[in-house]
């Protein structure tokens, strides 16, 4: 394995942020990426929403027991609304002008595809609820893990053992399909922030695409000089 040299950006940290469908591996990218950049001598902390500080992991378990959904798509939004605003000001904003990468398990593409696609809520409002939780961030690099549905729920049931499915994935089959169609066609409006990843493989070989796409357009190294 041919070792390199990465251009280490300077000063912010870099915000990057894994989206995809249930079972499409989030977790298990984001903690090879973590291994990788750590390995770099990048400072890199793992997160997640809904969730990832103690205000918005109050809101995760409302939200996943399916409480939201009682309440309606408006009310979900909020709620996740809530939840990112917690999270954005007291763990990413603060990571992120320390220096330290953010490696984020979902963030706002999720709350359009979910809420906004799936649920119908306004994109009036969802516009309105980024400005208020997330202002001008923005990830610096999405990376959308595509599976096939069927797959993707096999993964998620063998995860949870016998745990019941939350609130997401109780839904049927045709709802899935929806959400991937969805983040599809988030990949395709924005493709310099964007990159839809086959994720249908092995998790190594998903990690190397992963570091493709972040060396490509974090770091820029050019393909011929090869990977760490």
Known sequence: MTQVTLQRPSGRGKFITFE???????STQINKLAERLAAAKLRAIATREPGGSPGAEIMRHLVLSGMGKLLGPDAETLLFAAARD?????????ALSQGT?????????????????????????????Q???????????????DIPVEVGLQRAA???????????ESEDLQFHQDLRDAYRQIAAEDP???????????????????????RDHVFAIPSQAGTT
Request: with cysteine; proline share 4%; aromatic share 6%.
């Open 20 to 26: 995809g469908g249930e079972g499409s591996g989030k």
């Open 158 to 168: 063998a995860r949870r053992g016998s745990g019941a499915p939350d609130r997401f």
């Open 86 to 94: 917690d999270h954005v000001r007291t763990v990413i904003q603060p």
């Open 192 to 214: 310099q922030r964007c990159v839809l990843i086959d994720a249908n493989a092995d998790a190594d070989t998903v990690a190397a695409r992963v570091w493709t796409a972040l």
């Open 131 to 145: 400005r208020v939780t997330i202002g001008d961030l923005k990830p610096d690099l999405t990376i959308i893990l």
């Open 101 to 129: 990468w953010v490696l984020c398990d979902r963030f706002s593409d999720s709350t359009r595809a979910y809420q906004g696609s799936l649920g119908q809520v306004s994109p009036i409002v969802l516009n309105a609820m």
